[in-house]
């Protein structure tokens, strides 16, 4: 069994999560929020059986767009911008981590 790890744009969480769903999924949503931009976002948990992994991942991808956001642009203490902070970056589709899971009980 794996578990999987998915972070996603709170835009697109509710489309991912019916899909999920409605695919056979258990899912867990978490209320998160990205330490670089400080945006919510949304995290969910599914645990999953190992040959589930590709279309839980399949079906997070498909409904997970990429946007381009303002990044926060920190002053230096000259007060001119720090150049090496981009003006702006790309998030998502999706960022997903698969861990393995030792044990799994619903007691
Ligand atoms: P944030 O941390 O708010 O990051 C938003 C976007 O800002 C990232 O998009 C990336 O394009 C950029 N970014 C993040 N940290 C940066 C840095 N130190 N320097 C320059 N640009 C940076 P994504 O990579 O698509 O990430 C979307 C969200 O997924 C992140 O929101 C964070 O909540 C999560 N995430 C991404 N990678 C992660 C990781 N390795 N571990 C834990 N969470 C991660």
């Known amino acids: 069994m794996k578990l999987i790890i998915?972070?996603?744009n709170?835009?697109?969480?509710n489309i991912v999560n019916s899909n999920l769903s409605r695919n056979g999924f258990f899912v867990t949503k978490i209320a998160s929020t990205g330490g670089f931009l400080m945006n919510g976002n949304s995290t969910f948990l599914?645990?999953?059986?190992d040959e589930e992994v590709d279309t839980c991942i399949e079906?997070?991808?498909?409904?997970s767009k990429k946007?381009?956001?303002q990044?926060?642009?920190?002053?230096?203490?000259?007060?001119?911008?720090?150049?090496s902070f981009p003006a702006e970056v790309v998030v998502g589709g999706a960022t997903?981590?698969?861990?393995?899971?030792?044990?799994?009980?619903r007691v």
């Open 59 to 63: 079906i997070i991808g498909k409904y």
């Open 71 to 83: 990044a926060p642009v920190s002053m230096s203490y000259t007060g001119q911008p720090y150049a």
């Open 10 to 13: 709170n835009d697109d969480a």
């Open 6 to 8: 998915a972070i996603v």
């Open 67 to 69: 946007r381009v956001q």
């Open 46 to 49: 599914i645990g999953v059986k």
């Open 96 to 105: 997903i981590f698969v861990m393995n899971v030792e044990k799994f009980e």
